[in-house]
Protein backbone atom coordinates (compact mmCIF):
# COMPACT_ATOMS: atom_id res chain seq x y z
CA UNK A 1 0.00 0.00 0.00
CA UNK A 2 1.45 3.36 -0.98
CA UNK A 3 1.48 5.97 1.38
CA UNK A 4 2.78 9.58 1.35
CA UNK A 5 3.18 12.23 4.33
CA UNK A 6 4.04 15.57 3.54
CA UNK A 7 5.44 17.62 6.14
CA UNK A 8 7.20 21.52 6.51
CA UNK A 9 4.29 23.74 5.77
CA UNK A 10 3.51 26.63 7.86
CA UNK A 11 2.96 30.45 8.29
CA UNK A 12 5.30 33.33 7.04
CA UNK A 13 6.14 36.56 5.31
CA UNK A 14 6.50 37.20 1.66
CA UNK A 15 10.19 36.77 1.21
CA UNK A 16 10.89 34.04 3.01
CA UNK A 17 11.37 30.09 2.81
CA UNK A 18 9.96 26.57 3.53
CA UNK A 19 11.29 23.23 2.78
CA UNK A 20 8.36 21.03 2.00
CA UNK A 21 9.12 16.63 2.79
CA UNK A 22 7.32 13.94 1.85
CA UNK A 23 8.08 10.69 3.08
CA UNK A 24 6.70 7.63 1.47
CA UNK A 25 6.08 4.15 2.03
CA UNK A 26 5.42 1.28 -0.12
CA UNK A 27 6.36 2.98 -3.21
CA UNK A 28 10.65 3.36 -4.39
CA UNK A 29 11.13 7.00 -5.31
CA UNK A 30 13.55 5.66 -7.71
CA UNK A 31 11.18 4.34 -10.18
CA UNK A 32 8.29 6.73 -9.92
CA UNK A 33 7.78 10.03 -10.98
CA UNK A 34 7.32 12.34 -8.27
CA UNK A 35 5.76 15.51 -7.77
CA UNK A 36 4.82 18.64 -5.86
CA UNK A 37 0.80 19.87 -6.44
CA UNK A 38 -1.26 22.45 -4.96
CA UNK A 39 -4.33 23.95 -4.61
CA UNK A 40 -5.68 27.06 -3.08
CA UNK A 41 -9.04 28.03 -2.35
CA UNK A 42 -11.66 27.86 -5.34
CA UNK A 43 -8.83 27.16 -7.71
CA UNK A 44 -7.92 23.90 -9.29
CA UNK A 45 -5.74 22.09 -8.11
CA UNK A 46 -1.81 22.74 -10.14
CA UNK A 47 1.52 21.09 -10.45
CA UNK A 48 4.12 22.48 -8.96
CA UNK A 49 7.79 20.63 -10.07
CA UNK A 50 8.24 17.37 -10.97
CA UNK A 51 11.17 14.85 -11.02
CA UNK A 52 11.40 11.78 -12.99
CA UNK A 53 13.61 8.46 -11.88
CA UNK A 54 16.66 9.71 -13.45
CA UNK A 55 16.50 12.95 -11.76
CA UNK A 56 15.01 15.32 -14.99
CA UNK A 57 13.10 18.00 -13.18
CA UNK A 58 9.98 20.49 -14.70
CA UNK A 59 8.63 23.29 -13.17
CA UNK A 60 5.22 25.14 -13.21
CA UNK A 61 6.03 28.64 -14.94
CA UNK A 62 4.78 30.51 -11.50
CA UNK A 63 7.75 28.75 -9.46
CA UNK A 64 10.89 28.51 -12.10
CA UNK A 65 13.83 30.04 -10.51
CA UNK A 66 12.54 30.06 -6.99
CA UNK A 67 11.39 26.42 -6.09
CA UNK A 68 13.41 23.50 -6.33
CA UNK A 69 12.27 20.26 -6.39
CA UNK A 70 14.84 17.11 -4.92
CA UNK A 71 14.48 13.74 -3.79
CA UNK A 72 16.56 11.32 -1.52
CA UNK A 73 16.10 7.62 -2.30
CA UNK A 74 17.87 6.21 0.23
CA UNK A 75 15.36 8.15 2.96
CA UNK A 76 12.38 7.77 0.21
CA UNK A 77 12.21 11.15 0.68
CA UNK A 78 10.46 14.11 -1.55
CA UNK A 79 11.57 17.87 -0.88
CA UNK A 80 10.57 21.21 -2.51
CA UNK A 81 12.79 24.11 -1.39
CA UNK A 82 10.88 26.85 -1.62
CA UNK A 83 12.30 30.89 -2.28
CA UNK A 84 11.07 34.02 -2.40
CA UNK A 85 7.83 33.27 -1.41
CA UNK A 86 4.76 35.22 -2.22
CA UNK A 87 1.52 35.93 -1.29
CA UNK A 88 -0.14 33.84 -4.38
CA UNK A 89 2.17 30.54 -3.24
CA UNK A 90 -0.64 30.64 -0.16
CA UNK A 91 -2.04 26.56 -1.18
CA UNK A 92 -2.50 23.24 0.42
CA UNK A 93 0.40 21.51 -1.36
CA UNK A 94 0.50 17.59 -2.22
CA UNK A 95 3.04 15.37 -2.99
CA UNK A 96 2.11 13.02 -6.08
CA UNK A 97 3.66 9.57 -7.32
CA UNK A 98 2.87 8.17 -10.83
CA UNK A 99 3.38 4.43 -11.95
CA UNK A 100 6.41 4.35 -14.14
CA UNK A 101 9.50 6.27 -14.45
CA UNK A 102 8.55 8.84 -16.46
CA UNK A 103 7.00 12.21 -15.69
CA UNK A 104 4.19 13.23 -17.73
CA UNK A 105 5.01 16.56 -20.53
CA UNK A 106 2.38 18.03 -18.39
CA UNK A 107 2.06 17.96 -14.73
CA UNK A 108 -1.62 16.72 -14.76
CA UNK A 109 -3.48 16.03 -11.52
CA UNK A 110 -5.36 13.16 -13.55
CA UNK A 111 -2.06 11.58 -14.62
CA UNK A 112 -0.89 10.69 -10.75
CA UNK A 113 -1.92 7.29 -9.22
CA UNK A 114 -0.99 8.33 -5.49
CA UNK A 115 -1.40 11.09 -3.04
CA UNK A 116 -0.75 12.40 0.06
CA UNK A 117 -2.80 14.38 2.74
CA UNK A 118 -1.40 17.94 2.35
CA UNK A 119 0.26 20.60 4.16
CA UNK A 120 -0.74 23.90 4.12
CA UNK A 121 1.55 27.20 3.20
CA UNK A 122 0.41 30.45 4.33
CA UNK A 123 2.26 33.53 2.79
CA UNK A 124 1.26 36.91 3.81
CA UNK A 125 2.37 40.60 2.58
Known amino acids: QVQ ?3 SGGGSLR ?7 SCAGSGVI ?3 YCMAWFRQAPGKER ?4 GIDSVGRKMYADSVKGRFTISED ?3 N ?5 MNSLKPED ?8 RNG ?3 PQTLSRMAFDYWGQGTQVTVSS
Open 77 to 81: TLYLQ
Open 4 to 6: LVE
Open 101 to 103: DSC
Open 14 to 20: SGGSLRL
Open 73 to 75: HAK
Open 29 to 31: YSI
Open 46 to 49: EGVA
Open 90 to 97: TAMYYCAA
